[in-house]
Structures are given as C-alpha cells and as structure tokens.
C-alpha cells in the first residue's frame, strides 16, 4: 500500500513538473531589443503573488505595459484603486498589460493577496524585496504608475493616475486624467506631453546599498592602525611582513 501511495506522489509531482515545463514554453519568447536606446529598461523577472512568473522582455507582445507602485495600508494606493481597475477594463482589450509592484519585504503574499481583494485590485501584483526593479523604475511613492513602451522599452509616463490625489482636491472625481492621456498617447503613436509627474502616495523607503570595500576606505585604515606598529622597522614606514 505504501508502495503504491509513493508511485502516485512520484507520478503528481512528475506532472506538476510536466506542467509548469510546458507553461513556460507557451509563453511568448523573450524579444531583446537589437539596438536599445540609451534609456532602455533592462530585463527582469519577478513573482506575483499567485507564483506567476512576469518578465519584461516576454510581454513584447502587448503594445504597452502599465506597472503600478503600491504596498498594503497604504491610502493612497487604496484610494486609487478603483481608478486602475476602470483603466484596465478599457485598456486591457488594446493590448496594454497592468501589474503592480510591492517593494516591501515584511507584505507577504498573504497580506498582499487579502487587501487587494479588499480593494478590487483585479492585476497581477509582483513582490520586489530586493527594491532593484522598482528603483529601476524611478519610483520614490506608491500610487504611481510607469507606462512602458515596448517598441522602445522606456518608460514613456510616470505618475499618478489623476489628480484626485493632490493637495487641495476632494475625494470625488479628478478633473486631469494623466495616467489615460498617457496610454492614449503610446497607443496613438505620440510622444506623452507630461511624461513625469510627481506622485502623492506613501514614500517607499529604499535600503541603502552597501558601500564597496576598498583598500583606500577600509583597508589601507586596518593596516596602519593595527599592523605597522609591529611589522615595521623603526625609521621605515613601509610594513614588513
């Protein structure tokens, strides 16, 4: 009985494998760029939340990729909510791929996965712990979104999706609908007259990276300090060891 109970764990896990090898074949082949601009956006992959792998390159069969900046208890991402889901209703059909992007490590796919229900976020959230991607994105707020074009690969509009966010405005509908000019814009085949606009959503607070060890900053200090003293001939300042 137990002989038989590992033959068919054996066999599921052997299909699940099948299965996943065979999903990522049907996915569209990976298009770099033969002669990028000096902007490009460089390749990347990341996870959402179901375990679904995204990479850039793979969606070169949408016309536009829209990625939005967001982490849980957020307000603003809340409150902007809505706002996409309506764009991705009349975009998706046009060829343009919505995802959102979650730079904080402690969001897990659980928390994620609850207030996105909660909100009616219908796209795909990718999880960045690393940060890499969504500094690569030039995103310092949440509730901001980048379009990207995939004839060039840059990033045509990044910013708020209206302006129902700013000081000074109400909760209700916004009068400047940014983030929809923009798409219009990419998909018409025109360059996005305010293609940078500043967001108002929670500040992403980026790890800062290690600095560089090198012989000038640290190590050429530890030898002076600790090492020449006794490994050095008196008069000479060079160490011997």
Same mark, same amino acid.
């Given at each position: 009985?137990k002989g038989?109970?590992?033959?068919l764990?054996?066999?599921v896990?052997?299909?699940?494998?099948?299965?996943?090898?065979y999903?990522?074949l049907?996915?569209?082949v990976a +298009?770099?760029?033969?002669?990028? $601009?000096?902007?490009?956006?460089?390749n990347?992959?990341l =996870?959402?939340? @179901?375990g %679904?792998?995204?990479e850039l390159?793979?969606m070169a #069969?949408k016309?536009?990729i829209?990625? =939005?900046s967001? =982490? %849980?208890s957020?307000p603003?991402?809340q409150?902007?909510a809505?706002?996409?889901? *309506?764009?991705?209703?009349?975009?998706?059909? @046009?060829g343009?791929? &919505?995802l959102?992007?979650?730079? !904080?490590?402690?969001d897990t796919?659980?928390?994620?996965r609850?207030?996105a229900?909660?909100y009616?976020? +219908?796209? $795909?959230?990718m999880?960045? $712990?690393?940060?890499?991607v969504s500094k690569?994105?030039?995103f !310092?707020s +949440?509730?901001e979104?980048?379009?990207? #074009?995939t004839?060039?690969w +840059?990033?045509?509009?990044r910013?708020?999706i209206? #302006?129902?966010? *700013? &000081?000074?405005?109400?909760?209700? /509908?916004?009068?400047?609908?940014y983030?929809?000019e923009?798409?219009?814009?990419v998909?018409?085949?025109?360059k996005? *007259?305010?293609? !940078?606009l500043?967001?108002?959503?929670?500040a992403?607070?980026?790890?800062r990276?290690p600095?560089?060890?090198?012989?000038a900053? /640290?190590?050429?200090?530890?030898?002076?300090?600790?090492c020449v003293s006794?490994?050095? !001939? $008196?008069?000479?300042t060079?160490?011997n060891?």
């Open positions: 009985m038989r109970q590992k033959l764990l054996v066999i896990v052997a299909l699940g494998l099948a299965w996943g090898f999903s990522r049907s996915q569209p +298009t770099f760029p033969r002669n990028p $601009p000096a902007n490009a956006l460089p990347f992959e =996870f959402d939340t @179901e %679904n792998a995204h390159y793979r #069969d016309r536009a829209v990625i =939005f967001q =982490f %849980n957020c603003g991402v409150k902007s809505g706002a996409l889901a *309506e764009l991705e209703k009349q975009f998706s059909a @046009e343009v791929q &919505f959102g992007i979650n730079p !904080v490590e402690s796919r659980e928390k994620i609850e207030e229900q909660a009616g976020m +219908t796209w $795909p959230i999880r960045d $712990p690393s940060q890499q690569q994105l030039g !310092v +949440t509730a979104a980048a379009v990207i #074009d004839s060039t +840059t990033i045509a509009y910013g708020p209206d #302006d129902r966010l *700013e &000081f000074g405005m109400s909760k209700g /509908e916004g009068r400047n609908f983030l929809k923009a798409l219009e814009a998909l018409g085949g025109r996005v *007259e305010k293609s !940078v500043r967001g108002r959503g929670c992403i607070s980026y790890r990276d600095q560089p060890v090198t012989y900053s /640290e190590i050429g200090k530890i030898i002076r300090d600790r006794c490994h050095s !001939v $008196p008069g000479d060079k160490p060891f």
